[in-house]
């Protein structure tokens, strides 16, 4: 079973209001008690932001759908090719369609004997390959009977992954940029910290992979990066990692990606060249995010070129990825 966060199900109001719905009331998404935490997003947050997410998910939509399920589905199918008829390869999604628990119920239905969770996230996070976790362990709860399970939990330095963001980013002449930003789904600091009393949520700290961060997200972003500069053969000095997508006042996980930004062009750097390898597929962060609202405002403030170099989506090596992780 790939996975990935979800979707929703058409690009206007009512289909954000039950995506955003059931997503912002996940406690690993949002940790406040249940009680409050309803009240709050389904109440107030949402009704008001789902006619304006609406908007950029009509800008991003693609002919055949949703982009991050298109890619999705593309992916699966080829991964069922190259792993044959011993194996029975589903795409679903944590919120929305196709749900986790249909998927399932189909696997029941289909007799098979090990079902492999392949979460579309290379770095592990509480919020996202956490929750699908436990909402595997919630579907699985009802059942009697289970059968073999195996989760993969991360990818982050698979090398052969990292190759195809380095080759994805050789297309560009990198003589035509000034600096390199690695921007990375941002997380509320306080979600790091719950488990690992020693976090810092600083370069020092998740500079390098060590026993007490193994499963630290920003600590695996950081490694990612790193990863990829190497194989680009980036100096430390040409590149940042930061983090986007932050929401509400409460302190995320720094630096920020906008002002970032926006201190390259104090700095006099206005050519930057921007990854986003928390994402295996372009979605509204990467498309409309980077690609257009932080590109227009770099622009206005003075920045001469902002591009962005394109996810794995579904690329045949990125398929192959998948594959050999699975049977490894």
Known sequence: MLVNLGTPDSPDSSGLRRYLNQFLTDRRVIDLPAFFRHLLFKG???????PKVAKLYKE????EGSPLKVYGQKVADQVQEILGEEYNVK???????????????????EGVS???????F??????TTGSIY??????????????NLRFINSYYDYEPMIDIYADNARSFNFEDYDHFVFSFHGVPERYLKKENSHCQCNVECCSSISKANQFCYSAQCHSTAHAIATKLGLNKED?????????GPEKWVQPYTDEVLFDLLDNGKKKVLVFSPAFVADCLETTIEIGFEYKEEFIEKGGEKLDLVPSLNDDPRWVK???????A
């Open 44 to 50: 107030i947050v949402v009704p008001i932001r789902a």
């Open 91 to 109: 795409l679903a999604m944590r919120y929305q369609n196709p749900s986790m628990e249909s998927v399932i119920n189909e696997f029941y239905e």
């Open 122 to 127: 290379p770095q592990y996070a509480s919020a």
């Open 321 to 327: 990825v998948i594959a050999d992780l699975v049977l």
């Open 239 to 247: 590149y940042t990692i930061a983090y986007q997508s932050r929401f």
């Open 60 to 63: 991003l939509w693609i002919e």
């Open 134 to 147: 436990e909402e595997l362990m919630r579907i699985l709860n009802k059942r009697e009977q289970i059968p």
């Open 114 to 120: 090990e079902i492999i969770m392949f979460p579309m």
